[in-house]
C-alpha cells in the first residue's frame, strides 16, 4: 500500500535493527484518514470472504480494526491483556509472549462475542514473531469459530512471524512489509509497493 509505505517513509524512526517507531500515526496519535484508507485496503482483500467479525487485540489494532469493521458492517472485538475484574469467568484465554518486551500476557475474550460459525478476520498493527497474531488465532479456533485471515498494517518480514503463519497455513494480508531496518533506513520487500 502506496499511501503507507510513503508515510513510514516520511514520518517511522529507525530505533535499531529490529524497532521501527510510528507513534505518529499508530501508536500513540493517530491519522485518522490514513486508518480509513487502511480499512478500505483490508476490505478490498478480504471483501469476498463473509467475514462476520473482526478480532484484534487492544491497543494499537483497535484503529484500524475499526475501520475495517465499519467498512465491513460487522462488529469489531478486542482481547483484553489484563484479566478485567468483570470479565473472569466465560472466557477464552492464550497466553502471549512478547519477545520485544520480554513478557507474557493472557489475553482474553469473552466467549459471548465469539460463537461457532463465526467468519474472523484478524488484525494487527504489527507483525513480528507472530505471537499475537497466533494467540488470537488459536482463541477463535477454541471458539469453534473459523480464521477467514490475518490482515497486519506494518509487516517486518525480516522477522519470523510472518513465515510461522503461512507455515501455519493462515492467509496473510500485510499493508507494508519491511525488508531490513538496518542503515537507520526503512527498506520494502519489493511486492509491496502496490
Ligand atoms: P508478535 O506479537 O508479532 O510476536 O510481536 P512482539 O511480541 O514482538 O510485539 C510486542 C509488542 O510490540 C506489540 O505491541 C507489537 O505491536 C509491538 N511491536 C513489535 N515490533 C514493533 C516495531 O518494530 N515497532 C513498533 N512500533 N511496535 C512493535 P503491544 O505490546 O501489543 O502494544 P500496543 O501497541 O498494541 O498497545
Ligand atoms: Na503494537
Ligand atoms: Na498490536
Known sequence: MKLLQEKIQAEGIVLSDQVLKVDSFLNHQIDPQLMLAIGKEFVSRFAQDQITKVLTIESSGIAPA?????????????ARKQKSLTLQNNVYVEQVHSFTKQVTNEITVSKKFLEEGDKVLIIDDFLAHGEAAFGLAKIVRQAGAEVAGIGIVIEKSFQNGRAKLDDAGFRVESLARIKSLTDGQVRFVEDSAV
Open 66 to 78: 475499526i475501520m475495517t469493521a465499519m467498512l465491513l458492517n460487522v462488529p469489531l472485538l478486542f
